[in-house]
């Protein structure tokens, strides 16, 4: 079993920023890929960005240049640096990782971006 917990989300006004935290613990003997994604309101659940278990990063064309996912493998922790935000990016961000078995998702964290 995974457990994962996201933490850092709130309301920002139109270019700001905000940082994302997801916490891993449980059964993890090794470096996981990790990802966030996200969920507005009547939409459906979409990458924003992934990171492999060697460091490598893919990012949604529409957070290309203003978001940066990174992570600190010996707190098996991964996080989301959003700036220049825009009430598009509105939704609940959510934290998965890709295990062996199965994929573990967090209970999400929402972020509001108005002003």
């Known amino acids: 079993q995974v457990q994962l917990v996201e933490s850092g989300g709130g309301l920002v006004q139109p270019g700001g920023s905000l940082r994302l935290s997801c916490a891993a613990s449980?059964?993890?003997?090794?470096?996981?890929?990790m990802a966030w994604y996200r969920q507005a309101p009547g939409k459906q659940r979409d990458l924003v960005a992934r990171?492999?278990?060697?460091?490598?990063?893919n990012y949604a064309d529409s957070v290309k240049g203003r978001f940066t996912i990174s992570r600190d493998n010996a707190k098996n922790t991964v996080y989301l640096q959003m700036n220049s935000l825009k009430p598009e990016d509105t939704a609940v961000y959510y934290c998965?990782?890709?295990?062996?078995?199965?994929?573990?998702w967090g209970q999400g964290t929402q972020v509001t971006v108005s002003s």
């Open positions: 998965r990782i890709e295990m062996t078995s199965r994929d573990y």
């Open positions: 990171i492999s278990r060697g460091g490598s990063t």
């Open positions: 449980g059964s993890i003997v090794s470096i996981r890929p």
